[in-house]
C-alpha cells in the first residue's frame, strides 16, 4: 500500500564524500565474486555433517556476519562484498578458535568515522523501541576478543538537524540497506541472486539463510510475532539447508524458512524452475473456502464445467482434501490461519495437467467430475473485474455500492458529491482496490482530520531499533461529507491496502464493519532476493491504531461478524451484504 505522513521522513546522512578504504586494506577484503560461468557462483565450502561445534561456530558466524554487514562504516560504504567474506570464513568454522578468527575477520576493516544519521524530527526515547537482542555478546559465551571486536565497531552517530551535511544522496549512504521515500520500509540492495546454486555448494546454501535471517533480525517491523522465536530460526535452520543437497528440498527448505515470519505478505513470489514445475500452474475455474472443517466451493468462474456451489471438495485426482491441506500448507505462509486456508484453497483444484478428477458431495452425493484446468494459477477466472466500480443497489432504498477492486481514476470524485443524501453506502473491500482510497473517499466521510493509525520504521541510528511516528489522520474539513450510514465489507481477501483503508474509513461517525477476519498483514511491501532465484518480501513496516493497538496477524476485527457459511453459499446468496443492506435500512433515532 501507498501511505504518506508530513511530520515524520526518514533521512540518513554522512559527512562528506563516501568513505574511502586503503588500497592495503583491499587487498584482504574481496570487493566482487569470482564468476564460475556466466551465472553461477561456487562459495567453496561443502558440508554434509557437522558436528555440533560447527554448528554453533555457524550460528555465530550469521550473527556476527549480520551484524558487520548492518552495522561496520566500511561495509556501508561499499568496501566489499560481504557474500564472498562470509565463503572465506565458513571453511574456519571447523576449528576449535573459530571466535578468534572472527575476532580477526572484525578487526581487519578499514578504519572509518561513524555515519552521521538525522532525523526529520528529534525524537526521544519514548518514540522508540528495540527488538534487537545482544545477550549472545556475553564473553563467557563468544570470548573477550571478539566481544571486544565488536564493540570497536563504531556506531552510527544521530545528529540534529543543524549539524546535518545537506545534500547527500541517501540512495547511496549503506551499500545493502536504505529506506523508500516517505514511507520507510527498507529497501535490500546490492544483493546478488546467484540463480544457480550448485548441488555440493553448502555455503550458497547457509548465505542464504543468514541473508533472510539478518533482513528480518534488523528490519522487519513485526519480528516480536513470530510463532517461533526469531533467535531460535537460525539454529533451527542451519542443519536444515545444509541437508537440502538438491534444489527442490533446498527449496522447500527455504519456502518454510519465509513462512516463519507469519506474514501474509511473505511467500516464494519468484520460483526458481524446480518449485515452478512442483507447485501446480493451471487450476479449475472455482474457488474453494474452507468452512467447518470442509474445503466448500464458493464461487464459480466463467469457464467452469463441471463443479456447482456448495460441492464439498472430497478428493482431487485420488489425493484426498486432508492430504492436500497438508502438503500445500508449508508453501502457503500467512499471518492467521484465515490466510493460510485461502492460499490453500487456491491451489487444492490445481494441477500442471489439463484437467483434474475431482470428487465432491453435492448435497449428500457423491460424485466423480473431470474438470478442465485453465492458467495461468492466480488468474481471475470470475468476472470481477468487469464489475462497476459505483452503482446504486437495494431497489428503492438509495444505496450506494462501492466496489473498490473496478474504480476508475477520478471516480470517488465524481460521483460522491451528488451522492451524499443517500440512505446508505457499502464499501466492498473484499478485494485489492484498484485505486488508493483512503483519502479520497474518507475526506467525503469523516467532517474533521481524525487520526486513525500510526507506524513504526526501521532505524539506521541503530539497526534493530524502530520509531514510532505522529499519527496519519483521514478527513480535511473542506467539504460536505456523507452523513447516511457506511458499511465496510471485508473478508479473508481483505489484504494490506484493503485492511488500511478500512482503517480510515471506519472513522465515520455511522460506520459499521461487517464480514470476516481478514488476512492480517499490512505495512508497504519489502521485496527480498535470495540465492537461487528466490524472490520474497515482507511488510516493511507497522502499522497500528493510534492507541498502539496492533492489526499484524489479527487484521482487522469486524463490528459485526458475518461468515459466509454453507447455507449461503450453497444458495448463491451474499451473507455479508445482506447484513450490510439490513443494518442501512434499519431504523436508527440517531440519523440526521
Not at 179 to 184: E, K, S, T
Not at 275 to 297: E, H, N, S, T
Not at 351 to 363: A, E, F, I, L, P
Not at 430 to 442: A, T
Request: proline residues 7%; aromatic residues 10%; glycine residues 8%.
Amino acid at each position: 500500500m501507498n501511505i504518506r505522513w508530513s511530520s515524520f521522513v526518514l533521512i540518513l546522512l554522512i559527512a562528506g564524500c563516501e568513505p574511502s578504504v586503503p588500497d592495503a586494506a583491499r587487498q584482504s577484503i574481496t570487493t566482487r565474486p569470482a564468476a564460475i560461468g556466466s551465472d553461477s557462483v561456487h562459495s567453496g565450502f561443502a558440508a554434509t555433517r557437522p558436528d555440533q561445534r560447527t554448528l554453533a561456530n555457524l550460528e555465530l558466524l550469521g550473527r556476527v556476519w549480520g551484524y558487520v554487514k548492518y552495522y561496520h562504516p566500511a561495509v556501508a560504504g561499499g568496501c566489499c562484498d560481504l557474500d564472498q567474506e562470509l565463503f572465506k570464513l565458513l571453511p574456519l568454522s571447523r576449528q576449535d578458535s573459530f571466535a578468534k578468527h572472527l575476532a580477526d575477520w572484525v578487526k581487519s576493516f578499514p578504519e572509518l568515522e561513524p555515519i552521521l544519521v538525522g532525523n526529520v524530527a528529534v525524537l526521544d526515547d519514548g518514540q522508540k523501541y528495540s527488538t534487537y537482542d545482544r545477550s549472545w555478546w556475553a564473553p563467557e559465551i563468544i570470548g573477550t576478543e571478539l566481544v571486544e571486536s565488536l564493540k570497536s565497531i563504531p556506531l552510527p552517530i544521530e545528529v540534529e538537524e543543524a549539524n546535518r551535511v545537506l545534500g547527500a544522496d541517501d540512495e547511496n549512504l549503506h551499500h545493502y540497506i536504505s529506506f523508500a521515500p516517505r514511507v520507510g520500509n527498507p529497501i535490500f540492495k546490492n544483493e546478488y541472486p546467484y540463480p544457480e546454486i550448485a548441488a555440493d555448494d553448502s555455503g550458497m546454501r547457509i548465505l542464504t539463510l543468514f541473508r533472510y535471517w539478518n533482513m528480518i533480525e534488523y528490519f522487519f517491523p513485526y519480528k516480536d510475532l513470530t510463532d517461533l522465536p526469531w533467535s531460535e530460526v537460525l539454529p533451527t535452520y542451519i542443519p536444515l539447508v545444509i541437508a537440502a543437497e538438491e534444489p527442490l528440498e533446498f527449496q522447500k527448505v527455504i519456502y518454510r524458512l519465509i513462512g516463519e515470519v507469519n506474514d501474509s505478505h511473505a511467500g516464494m513470489w519468484f520460483k526458481p524452475k524446480e518449485m515452478q514445475d512442483f507447485l501446480p500452474l493451471l487450476r479449475v475455474c472455482a474457488l474453494p473456502v474452507y468452512r467447518d472443517g470442509k474445503m466448500v466451493i464458493a464461487k464459480l468462474g466463467e469457464k467452469n464445467d463441471s463443479l456447482d456451489l456448495g460441492d464439498v471438495i472430497l478428493a482431487v485426482d485420488d489425493r484426498t482434501t486432508e492430504e492436500l491441506i497438508e502438503h500445500y500448507r508449508p508453501f502457503c505462509p500467512g499471518s492467521n490461519e484465515t490466510a493460510i486456508y485461502r492460499d490453500i484453497g487456491l491451489l487444492l483444484l490445481g494441477s500442471n495437467q489439463d484437467s483434474v478428477t475431482v470428487k465432491v458431495d453435492r448435497q449428500g452425493r457423491v460424485l466423480d467430475l473431470k474438470c478442465s484446468t485453465h492458467g495461468p494459477m492466480w488468474g481471475n477466472w470470475f468476472g470481477d473485474d468487469r464489475r462497476a466500480g459505483f452503482e446504486y443497489i437495494g431497489g428503492q432504498d438509495s444505496i450506494g455500492y462501492i466496489y473498490a477492486a473496478s474504480l476508475n481514476k477520478g471516480e470517488i470524485d465524481r460521483v460522491m458529491p451528488e451522492n451524499l443524501n443517500l440512505k446508505g453506502l457499502v464499501v466492498d473491500l473484499r478485494n485489492y482496490p484498484s485505486r488508493f482510497i483512503v483519502f479520497s473517499l474518507g475526506k467525503y466521510l469523516v467532517p474533521q482530520p481524525e487520526p486513525f493509525a500510526k507506524f513504526t520504521v526501521g532505524s539506521m541510528v541503530r539497526p534493530g531499533d524502530f520509531y514510532w511516528t505522529d499519527p496519519v489522520k483521514v478527513g480535511d474539513g473542506n467539504r460536505p461529507v456523507f452523513k447516511g450510514k457506511v458499511v465496510i465489507l471485508v473478508d479473508g481477501f481483505t489484504q494490506s491496502q484493503p485492511e488500511y483503508t478500512a482503517m480510515a474509513l471506519r472513522k465515520h461517525f455511522r460506520s459499521t464493519v461487517v464480514g470476516s477476519t481478514t488476512a492480517g498483514a499490512d505495512g508497504n511491501v519489502s521485496q527480498i532476493i535470495l540465492p537461487g532465484g528466490i524472490g520474497t518480501s515482507i511488510s516493511g513496516i507497522g502499522v497500528f491504531y493510534p492507541d498502539g493497538s496492533p492489526t499484524q496477524r489479527i487484521g482487522i476485527v469486524p463490528d459485526i461478524e458475518v461468515v459466509q457459511d454453507f447455507a449461503a453459499i450453497q444458495a448463491g446468496r451474499d451473507a455479508q451484504l445482506d447484513m450490510a443492506l439490513e443494518i442501512i435500512r434499519e431504523n436508527d433515532p440517531g440519523a440526521l
